[in-house]
């Protein structure tokens, strides 16, 4: 029987011939055309595979901590030139 191209290959599009065991068998030729566009399937589905169950993962959020500053003494006085300042006060009745 002469061998026809009855399988295109997942990786190039090329066209090629595989048999029904390599069908039955799982053979790497059931998806592609050569051991390299073989091993090129292999990792893009590695990869999809590996983003699926990523996204499956719950996400755990942290709280965020929201940092208090520390207010000294210091902080919380005026500065001093609000002192310096001439002021007259009137304590006429």
Do not use: F
Not at 42 to 62: I, Q, S
Not at 71 to 85: G, H, Q
């Amino acid at each position: 029987m002469a061998e026809y191209l009855n399988a295109v290959c997942k990786v190039c599009g090329k066209k090629y011939h595989h048999c029904e065991k390599c069908e039955q068998i799982g053979s790497w030729r059931a998806v592609a055309c050569s051991p390299e566009c073989w091993n090129i399937w292999v990792d893009t589905v590695r990869a999809r595979k590996a983003a699926e169950a990523a996204a499956k993962e719950p996400v755990v959020e942290t709280p965020v901590v929201e940092e208090i500053p520390t207010i000294t003494y210091e902080d919380s006085r005026p500065a001093e030139d609000v002192y310096d300042a001439d002021v007259s006060v009137s304590t006429e009745e």
